[in-house]
C-alpha cells in the first residue's frame, strides 16, 4: 500500500507536468488606455497534433473527501487540457495527481505519482501526454472552464489503477 | 448624438459576432465514471491563421458606469478572443459593444453598432475581425480567463469615436 502526501504546487515543482495557472508571479501589464490589467499568457494551449482544435468547455466536478483511493488514471496523447476554477473564494480546493507522460506502465505511474493540493483561483494545464487522474473537486461541487482539443484520432489513454494508493493530508 | 439600447444577449442574437458563453441550451454529459458533468465545447477558439498559437490570460478590467460614452472599438483581425468572467454572482454584469467584421470605416461602424448587457457567469467569443470595444466591466472590478491569439503580425485594428454614441439603460 502507498500512501500519498499532498505537496503545495509552485510553478516549478509543476514544470515537469505542465503549467500551474497562478497570479502569483505572472508577467502583467496595462491595455486599452490603463483600464484593464492583463496578466499575460498564463499558459500555453497545445492541441493542434493531427488536425486538433482547441475549445473552451465547462466541468462541474462532484464533490470527493479525503482520504482519496486512486483507481484510475488518464492521458491525452495529442494534446494539453487545461482547468481554471470558476471562483472567488480563497477556501475552495481539488487535487491534481500525475505521473511523467514518459510513463507507459501502471508500475511505472505508480512509482512516479505527484499529488498537489490546489488552493483558492489557481489553474492547471496538463501538458500532452502528462497522466493525470479525472477532477477531483474537494468537499464541494465545482465548475472549471476547461480548454482542451477537438478533433479526430484517439487522444485518451486510461489504465486502471489495482495497486492499493491512497491519498491524504 | 446617438444612444444605445441594451439588449439581453442571446446565442441567436449574438451569433454574427461570435459565441455566447452560456450553460443554458448547452449540450452536456457525465464524464470520468459519471463524477463529472462535460458542458461541451462553449465556444471555438479560432487563431490559427499566420503561425497563431492559443493562449489563456486573465483580464482585470476596472469598473465602469452607465451611462456611458463610446470613444474608441477594436478589432483582432487574425484571431478570436474569449471572455469568460470569473464569478459565481448572479448579479455582476459587463457591457459587449460590437459592429460586424464588414465594417471598414467608423461611419460603417457608428451605423451597425449592438450593445449588449451581460449578466452572471456568461462569456463571450469575438469572432475573428468583429469590431468590439474593449471590455467594459460595470459597477465593479472584475476578473476575466480569456482566451486569444500569441503569434506573428499585426492582430490589432484600432478606431477612434468621434460621433457622440452613449450606452445607457
Not at 111 to 137: C, D, E, M
Amino acid at each position: 500500500m502507498i500512501k500519498l502526501n499532498l505537496v503545495e504546487p509552485s510553478r516549478e515543482n509543476f514544470a515537469p507536468f505542465g503549467d500551474l495557472i497562478t497570479l502569483d508571479g505572472a508577467e502583467h501589464f496595462p491595455i486599452n488606455q490603463g483600464s484593464t490589467e492583463r496578466f499575460h499568457a498564463l499558459s500555453k494551449v497545445d492541441v493542434g497534433d493531427e488536425g486538433g482544435k482547441p475549445i473552451i468547455s465547462l466541468f462541474r466536478g462532484k464533490a470527493f473527501h479525503l482520504p482519496f483511493k486512486l483507481r484510475v488514471m488518464e492521458r491525452h496523447p495529442l494534446g494539453s487540457q487545461s482547468f481554471i476554477p470558476v471562483t472567488t473564494s480563497l477556501t475552495n480546493q481539488y487535487l491534481v495527481i500525475v505521473a511523467p507522460a514518459t510513463c507507459q506502465t501502471e508500475e511505472e505511474i505508480t512509482q512516479n505519482l505527484h499529488a498537489f493540493l490546489v488552493k483558492g483561483f489557481r489553474g492547471v494545464t496538463y501538458a500532452k501526454g502528462v497522466w493525470h487522474h479525472p477532477l477531483i473537486s474537494l468537499d464541494e461541487e465545482q465548475d472549471f472552464i476547461v480548454v482542451d482539443r477537438s478533433g479526430p484520432g484517439n487522444n485518451c489513454d486510461e489504465i486502471s489503477i489495482t495497486q492499493e494508493i491512497t491519498v491524504a493530508n
